[in-house]
């Protein structure tokens, strides 16, 4: 329908534009077989639920249920198609399931590598530097395990899951660290003498010998956060 024809909140348009009531049990039944179609391809491949998806079966599902999607309320899409693409979508994952089981390299492209993000209480370098890393976010994830500072992680790993996994320090080893907590994370260009200062990019701390502007020794950053030293209580 040309735009010059539509008329704006004409609600019988909006509801129903001329089918009738009937095509409504026809979505329904459209609904219900696309529905059952879709777990059933799910549990062919033994997906179990949408927690730890990697990037493969995030995209299986979605193209599942883009494939499935305007079939159930388009009354000129026919169904048959659509159930040799669900054949198709099942075979691919299949397909490369065997594939990735028998090359590590395509494994590794396809569902990525975990990587160590912190080590020894601050945030490796390579990975900072990179677009997509948000300290941000890994300060959240720290938080839902009560870490108030970096300086009583050890180590931290990011799954291919996108979950993070965290490795402490014993209480008598936990050092200063870059606070977590958003109120304590404030940036300061200046530090005072005998504070310990975390850097606000990479987390890297150390005593303020002066009052004097702040200079991150490993990475340069010219702002940090006042550090925090306690020991880890949950
Ligand atoms: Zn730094």
């Not at 609904?31 to 179609?37: C, Q, R």
């Not at 396809?110 to 390579?126: A, D, R, T």
């Not at 870059?178 to 005593?207: H, Q, S, V």
């Not at 340069?220 to 030293?229: G, S």
């Amino acid at each position: 329908m040309a735009q010059s024809e539509i008329t704006p909140f004409d609600w019988e348009r909006i509801l129903m534009d001329g089918h009738s009531a009937e095509f409504l049990l026809e979505v329904a039944l459209r609904a219900v077989v696309i529905f059952v179609v879709v777990v059933i391809s799910l549990r062919i491949t033994g997906r179990r639920g949408i927690k730890q998806l990697s990037i493969f079966e995030l995209v299986f599902i979605l193209t599942l249920g883009s494939a499935g999607g305007d079939v159930i309320f388009n009354e000129d899409e026919p169904m048959i198609p659509v159930f040799v693409t669900f054949a198709v979508i099942v075979s691919i994952y299949f397909l490369i399931v065997y594939l990735t089981s028998r090359n590590e390299k395509i494994e590794k492209w396809m569902e990525g590598e975990p990587l160590c993000i912190i080590e020894n209480g601050h945030f490796v370098l390579k990975y900072i530097e990179q677009e997509n890393f948000s300290p941000e976010e890994v300060c959240m994830e720290l938080r839902l395990r009560s870490v108030e500072h970096l300086g009583q992680v050890k180590s931290a790993v990011l799954e291919t899951s996108g979950e993070l996994s965290v490795f402490f320090y014993p209480d008598e080893d936990v050092r200063p660290g870059m606070p977590t907590l958003p109120w304590d994370r404030e940036p300061l260009e200046e530090t005072e003498a005998d504070n310990f200062y975390a850097c606000a990019r990479c987390g890297e701390t150390e005593k303020a010998a002066l009052s004097e502007k702040f200079t991150c020794r490993r990475c340069e950053h010219p702002r940090c956060m006042k550090a925090k030293t306690g020991i880890r209580l949950d």
